[in-house]
């Protein structure tokens, strides 16, 4: 049987427009990530490059994945004013992004 956890996953899948360089993706990510010093429902901050063989990434490039202490936190979070300061500086940078949030279930499995 399932049993839902009380933490959201707050996933964003983003594929920077093609005159963003390096260095400016660096320094959002750096920005993206020190919202956990400043929005205090947000416990992690963890990133990272596609690199599935699959090729079904649409184009796709970075995923940033936040855990956030709980659907009322979610609420907190997206509303935070550090929040909102930083989605200006990155929502511009994107030519796509798509955001999902959802709140894991634990699943056991017995091995025979």
């Known amino acids: 049987m399932a049993e839902e956890v009380k933490e959201v996953h707050h ?7 093609e005159d963003i360089t390096p ?14 010093n400043l ?3 947000m416990k ?3 990133w990272g490059t596609d690199v ?19 659907r009322e936190g ?4 997206v509303n935070h004013p ?14 796509k992004v798509i955001v999902v949030d959802f709140s894991p279930s634990l699943v056991q499995l017995q091995r025979e």
Not at 23 to 36: D, P
Not at 52 to 70: C, D, K, V, W
Not at 74 to 77: D, I, K, N, V
Not at 82 to 92: K, Q, S, V
């Open 44 to 46: 992690a901050f963890h």
């Open 52 to 70: 599935s063989i699959e090729n079904l990434n649409e184009g796709f490039t970075h995923i940033f994945h936040a855990t956030i202490e709980s």
């Open 23 to 36: 260095e400016k993706i660096e320094e959002l990510i750096e920005g993206y990530a020190n919202l956990v």
């Open 82 to 95: 550090a929040h909102i300061e930083f989605g200006n500086l990155m929502t511009p940078a994107m030519e």
């Open 39 to 41: 929005v205090p429902p």
């Open 74 to 77: 979610l609420a907190e979070y």
């Open 11 to 17: 996933l964003v899948m983003a594929k920077f427009k």
